[in-house]
């Protein structure tokens, strides 16, 4: 039913990428990966119109593991003035093995954008995972 549901929704605003991105973790969460990854699939098929597909497109390359590519589009969504992919960005880089890249974009965010409760959450989990506990 839940699946039904689903579909029906993205049938009636296929626009909404942050949506795909929930019904994934929906399903992941409840043990149905293959049900979940064919909702990233239709989310990487929507047009690269907006900066929010690309940040999300960014994401879902992130859940496959994919940083090369997750990079590429928050690059992208960063290009179309998307400031917080700047964060998802960091965490790419992270995630790749590139620290300074990861340091560097979060200390651009510090210094550009206005403190929010995303991101100040972000940047303290991606200073955690740099065991960085006093900067945390």
């Known amino acids: 039913k839940?699946?039904?549901d689903f579909q029906k929704s993205l049938s009636l605003d296929k626009s909404d990428s942050e949506r795909y991105l929930r019904i994934?973790?929906?399903?992941?969460?409840?043990?149905?990966e293959k049900e979940a990854d064919s909702f990233l699939d239709l989310l990487l098929d929507l047009p690269d119109k907006d900066k929010e597909v690309l940040q999300a497109k960014?994401?879902?390359?992130?859940?496959?593991?994919?940083y090369k590519n997750a990079i590429r589009y928050y690059?992208?969504?960063?290009?179309?003035d998307?400031?917080?992919?700047?964060?998802?960005?960091?965490?790419?880089?992270?995630?790749?093995?590139?620290?300074?890249?990861?340091e560097a974009e979060i200390a651009s965010y510090q210094k550009s954008?206005?403190?929010?409760?995303?991101?100040?959450?972000?940047?303290?989990?991606?200073?955690?995972?740099?065991?960085?506990?006093?900067?945390?």
């Open 2 to 4: 839940a699946m039904t």
């Open 24 to 32: 994934y973790h929906c399903l992941a969460n409840a043990g149905h």
């Open 58 to 66: 960014g994401q879902a390359m992130e859940i496959r593991k994919d």
């Open 75 to 80: 690059k992208r969504a960063l290009d179309k």
């Open 82 to 102: 998307l400031p917080e992919a700047r964060i998802d960005l960091a965490r790419a880089y992270l995630a790749s093995n590139e620290k300074e890249k990861a």
């Open 113 to 136: 954008e206005k403190e929010t409760a995303k991101s100040l959450n972000a940047i303290g989990e991606l200073q955690m995972t740099e065991e960085k506990y006093g900067d945390a």
